[in-house]
């Protein structure tokens, strides 16, 4: 029986596998069930990941630097002090991206019932851990500035539930640019 995934999308993923010149065993996931991997369980080290839009792929486990609490503190930071309601945090090493909806492609075309399916998640927003003994995180925001395109520094603290409070509540509105 192969492995199989379904992302939040509802679509199915199936782990594939395939021997390199080297013999060398890869893995990927596809949504073609033809020519799966028969395995009981992935590959000890490795997890299944899945991207914020619902790519489905097969990592090998690396260190988290950040740990639970610190997440807990920025999901429920954003519950409380932001208007988003739909937003996904993707923790990858020492940076937590925040993915909220880009709602401007629906303008009420699509039934609510099929939005799932077509919803796109970016990321605007990061905190990033730059020391972590003393816990210090950076918040930074994307910036569309012609030739700039990339991630700014707004603020550093060791007070992570701060750096949310501060910040959170600008995702979604007009004034998260004018920071």
């Known amino acids: ?13 199936f782990l594939h596998s395939k021997k390199t010149k080297k013999g060398n065993t890869t893995f990927h996931f596809s949504k073609q069930s033809k020519g799966a991997a028969d395995i009981e369980d992935i590959p000890k080290g ?15 486990k690396i260190k988290q630097y950040i740990d639970a609490k610190e997440i807990e503190i920025i999901q429920n930071g954003i519950e409380k002090y932001s ?32 939005l799932n399916k077509y919803k796109q998640y970016d990321t605007q927003l990061r905190f990033v851990l730059i020391d972590e003994d003393e816990r210090i995180f950076e918040v930074e925001r994307f ?5 700039v395109d990339d991630w700014i520094t707004l603020d550093r603290s060791t007070n992570l539930e701060k750096l949310v409070q501060d910040y959170t509540h600008h995702l979604g509105k007009e004034s998260f640019y004018l920071f």
């Open 83 to 114: 208007e988003i309601e739909d937003f996904k945090l993707d923790i990858k090493k020492d940076i937590v991206y925040i993915y909220t909806v880009d709602n401007s492609f629906a303008n009420g075309l699509i039934p609510k019932h099929l």
């Open 1 to 13: 029986m192969p492995v199989a995934y379904e992302n939040f999308r509802g679509e199915t993923y």
């Open 143 to 147: 910036c569309y500035l012609g030739s």
């Open 46 to 60: 490795f997890e299944i990941y899945e991207e914020p839009n619902g790519k489905v792929y097969l990592k090998k």
